[in-house]
């Protein structure tokens, strides 16, 4: 039906109608004192939903944009750094690494398995001249969750390298209490637990990570995240950002303010449990290896099924877009998105329609009715 | 009065209801064929407006990234280009160009003079390495515009060179035949002739600037043009694109084909030329040099008086925002942007809140009414 699609994609993710409506008002100068009062309140609740006292800085970008930032902007050529790589936003790191000349080791596990810390430890106590391991929080590409906590831990008892992580699916969605964990640097992007449109990218900053920056030769300009330091600093910009959709971000962060950072870290956990026993109860496989599931992604591997023929048939039938899988796991997942904006509903229709898909395709191998039961039951046990 | 807010500042600029109407629905997946659609339709309409068989790439970022991108993908590190500056913008090439080690040999004139086309052509004479001659056609900040038409003849005749050239305020305000003219790399961004909100840049490649982004070296990822080109052949973005900007770039390019370019372009000298007839009946001097006034934004030096109080007397009793001076044209000069989505009215009701301030200031020089009169003679002088 025209109009009526249920965005249930790792991102772009749903947006409530407030922000939209914010979205869509009349821009107003960029240089105004309204304008500027609107940068402060989302400077304020972007640092509350980092956790952090440090910086955090509005890209007008893709979260790519703010990847890019991160590394450019601490880092020099030729320096050496760890990349985590078991996804494809993880091979992206590398990507931007070399692009700019940096020296990678990479840590690779298979798609679907988490990163091993000890394996960063184990060259991070080798070798005094790491200057940065870089990896990716939530991997969305395969719906796993890596643990940032312990291998942050075993980068702070290095004494050159700091900590780069891309948080673009699991900020908003997990805890990620970037001062306690000791974070230097996140990247994430408006389009995920945001609540918003894709347009807007944030790349956070400690102490540490400026202090790299100050001996970082990589050249830039519109990524030169000192500009947007000194900016920020007079609640502005150095070029002219995306005014409406910094109406949005400060109408979404309200939103979440209200909501609280416990219980949107509840919800999704809810809803990933939800997902998962779901589809384990329908007789379906999780991709992600038991305990490392996104709370933002679940990826199912429906074994002997085409996932693309589920996925259409979900599109077709129920207006619900599910993501493929990526490159070699194309036809082989499908990933259900329940990041930001979703609500038990959301969860409820997506079980059902799979299991709807399934039945019509003659491949359930379990009672109709069985996964939305699972889900139900796990709703109901784990209020919110 | 609260949201009765009137842009006049060359950006952002009026945005129609419609366009804001598209950017405010629901986003939808940016790799669904609904999505390719779109970008098919507004890469045809960006070649329209280009005037151009070349490629127009869309990126998510401000103008400054399409500048950049510009640059990064042409061009390698010690080229020698030469970069024309008077004005702010200007400056911000020479800017970017240093900072990836570019040699650069400035032509200067004062802000306010517009560029000398045979200085350019003195210099291609007798330098063969010159690799790029870049430059800003509309100065933003001064309100000049320059005679790309002639550089870029010079440039044509040189051996080796490009050149490139920001149209951020010129494109959709007055004729840029990109490919007539062999303009071979043109930045512009949304927020200007567009009538849209910031959030999307544009970089416009002809054959010779593919052939130059061939030897270049520069690194980058994020503002790769080879990325952006591989995708838009498949009417698709290389990274998560602002997909709700998308939706009101439609909407424009739609409302700009329907107006004609001939038609949009005689509207902004119409109101280029009303508006600054009006400022000089009324005893105002404008501060571009005479016949290089910007079809986009009117200049004007108030002798003896302070800009910056006029412009916030018209903000205060008229809600129009008019653009103040920049760096040591601050209080100098004020700025009235008639760019983009601006009818017969905006500049009516301009004109006669700069009357009505000059003369609530005691400091207007002719009989109230003597602007809004010359004015309104152009206007009804020269037909749309």
């Known amino acids: 039906m025209q ?21 869509g008002k009349h821009p107003i100068g960029h240089r105004s004192q309204e304008f500027q009062q609107i940068v402060k309140r989302t400077t304020e609740l972007l640092k509350w939903l980092h956790q952090t006292n440090g910086d955090v800085l509005t890209i007008t970008g893709s979260g790519t944009a703010a990847m890019e930032a991160a590394i450019i902007n601490t880092l020099s050529q030729g320096d ?13 790191w590398v990507k931007v690494a070399k692009a700019y000349g940096l020296d990678v080791t990479t840590i690779k596990e298979d798609w679907g398995k988490p990163l091993d810390p000890e394996k960063f430890k184990s060259i991070l106590d080798k070798d005094d001249e790491i200057r940065a391991v870089i990896i990716t929080h939530s991997e969305t590409s395969t719906g796993i969750i890596n643990d940032l906590k312990a291998i942050s831990r075993h980068v702070k008892a290095h004494r050159n390298a700091i900590i780069i992580a891309d948080c673009v699916t699991s ?33 956070a900053m400690n102490e540490n990570a400026w202090e790299a920056s100050k001996r970082s030769n990589l050249p830039k300009f519109y990524l030169d995240l000192q500009s947007y330091k000194k900016s920020i600093d007079k ?30 870290f509840n919800r999704h956990k809810r809803h990933m449990n939800a997902t998962q026993e779901a589809m384990k109860s329908m007789g379906l496989d999780l991709f992600a290896k038991d305990g490392f599931g996104s709370p933002a992604i679940t990826s199912v591997e429906p074994t002997g099924l085409d996932a693309e023929t589920i996925r259409k048939t979900v599109k077709v039938n129920f207006d619900i877009l599910l993501a493929g899988g990526q490159d070699h796991l194309k036809g082989k997942i499908f990933r259900i998105g329940h990041l930001g904006f979703v609500n038990d509903r959301d969860i409820i229709t997506a ?5 709807s898909a399934l039945d019509q395709l003659n491949e359930l191998k379990k009672p109709l009715g069985t996964g939305v039961a699972t889900a139900t039951k796990i709703l109901n046990k784990q209020s919110n």
Chains 1, 2 share one sequence.
């Open 80 to 92: 050496k750094v760890i990349c985590g790589e078991n996804g494809k936003f993880g091979e992206r």
């Open 3 to 23: 109009d009526k699609l249920t965005l249930m994609i790792p991102g772009p993710t749903p947006v409530p109608e407030r922000v939209l409506k914010a979205l």
């Open 171 to 203: 900020l908003g969605a997990c805890n990620v209490p970037m001062d306690e964990w000791g974070i230097d640097v996140i990247a994430s992007g408006s389009q995920k637990g945001y609540m918003m449109p894709p347009g807007l990218s944030f790349v």
């Open 351 to 355: 079980v059902a329609a799979i299991e």
């Open 235 to 264: 609640d502005s910009n150095p070029f002219t950002p995306s005014v409406n959709l910094y109406f949005a971000l400060e109408e979404s962060l309200s939103m979440m303010k209200d909501e609280g950072l416990s219980s949107i």
